[in-house]
């Protein structure tokens, strides 16, 4: 479910979020995601649910708890496993985040992407530390297990600072973190910024040591590393993301919303408008879609799998797409392995530590 509203827009931010919506268009969008579900809801019986955004916890207390509620009676939320809500620490009140589990959220993903006051302004993020920590304090009162987002490699960013931010939010206790570094996306302002010459992004060789310094700071804290910028307590590896990862089905709802099924990939027009004019004149907000070829499906399968610690089952993806990576990509396979980034244990196809830094660059060879 996606919410695609927050305070501000963060300048990196390139998901389809929306800052300053009047309160009767905020409504109509969440009864057209209803509508929208209630279309596509036929027979679904998901295992995780994920209400992101944009930020939920934005809607308020009552609002949120509402929507939660209205979702509950149209989709069988009888077998799901993992139910998570994300949230801004500027909105995530003790109240909300109660009302949230009361409505079946089992976890929250609270954004704080830095401590440090310079940093937060830097991203353009609303709140400070104090908010997060307060957020955090409510999210685990509620007994729901709670996640941190944070962000490194910022421009001018040391290791030091880094390392103090990790320090901090380890002193929380979450029971999962991710910690992705900083990009540069099309149509941000951030990217714009970065063309003007305004911003001097960090070098790749200090993210890199970023990247296997967090690795190893948060391996000894008792956190496995099972995908590239995510690490859990031991059960607490995120179900929702795995899915994504492992090529998996999923049904996206809301304005942007991307989903998948065996194959067939489609995403929802993005502008707030149309969404409310397609759900209502034509019973569908699809702008988009494709059928992946066998080839093609193969490839990406690849591409998703390598992120993870388990790597690429071969057999798995051949069963799946009716390809076999060893044929189709059997030199890619090859380069990965001599060039020491990757290896193939019991065949699976895994990234080694040298080639974490690599990892975007070498998956996107398979595709």
Request: aromatic fraction near 8%; proline fraction near 4%.
């Amino acid at each position: 479910m996606h919410t695609p509203f927050c305070v501000v827009k963060c300048g990196y931010c390139d998901f389809n979020s929306y800052a300053g919506v009047d309160d009767d268009a905020v409504q109509a969008v969440l009864s057209a995601m209803l509508d929208e579900l209630r279309l596509r809801a036929r027979g679904l019986r998901p295992r995780t649910v994920f209400v992101g955004g944009g930020t939920p916890t934005w809607l308020g207390a009552q609002r949120l708890a509402g929507f939660l509620k209205d979702m509950a009676a149209i989709v069988d939320l009888s077998g799901v496993e993992e139910f998570t809500c994300e949230a801004n620490p500027e909105s995530a009140t003790a109240e909300t985040l109660q009302l949230a589990v009361g409505q079946g959220v089992t976890r929250f993903s609270i954004g704080a992407q830095s401590f440090d006051r310079e940093r937060l302004n830097f991203l353009d993020r609303p709140h400070s530390a104090e908010d997060t920590m307060g957020a955090f304090a409510a999210a685990r009162a509620t007994g729901a297990a709670v996640n941190l987002d944070l962000i490194f490699g910022l421009p001018g960013e040391t290791m030091e600072q880094w390392l103090s931010d990790l320090s901090t939010a380890l002193d929380c206790g979450p029971d999962h973190l991710s910690c992705y570094a900083l990009t540069y996306e099309r149509g941000t302002p951030l990217h714009a910024r970065r063309a003007r010459g305004e911003v001097r992004a960090a070098p790749e060789e200090r993210t890199r040591d970023m990247l296997l310094e967090t690795r190893a700071v948060l391996g000894d804290a008792g956190y496995d590393a099972y995908e590239i910028s995510n690490y859990a307590r031991p059960e607490q590896a995120c179900l929702h993301n795995l899915n994504y990862w492992h090529g998996g089905a999923y049904i996206g709802i809301g304005p942007g919303a991307a989903s998948h099924r065996s194959g067939r990939r489609s995403t929802n027009v993005r502008a707030l408008g149309t969404y409310l004019r397609w759900v209502r004149d034509r019973q569908c907000a699809c702008d988009d879609a494709e059928t992946l070829s066998p080839e093609r499906r193969c490839r990406e399968a690849i591409w998703l799998a390598l992120r993870v610690v388990q790597g690429a089952h071969l057999d798995t993806i051949t069963n799946l797409t009716g390809i076999d990576p060893r044929v189709l990509v059997g030199a890619e396979i090859a380069a990965a392995i001599d060039a020491g980034h990757c290896e193939l244990v019991r065949g699976a196809l895994r990234l080694l530590p040298a080639g974490l830094p690599f990892a975007d660059g070498i998956a996107a060879d398979f595709l």
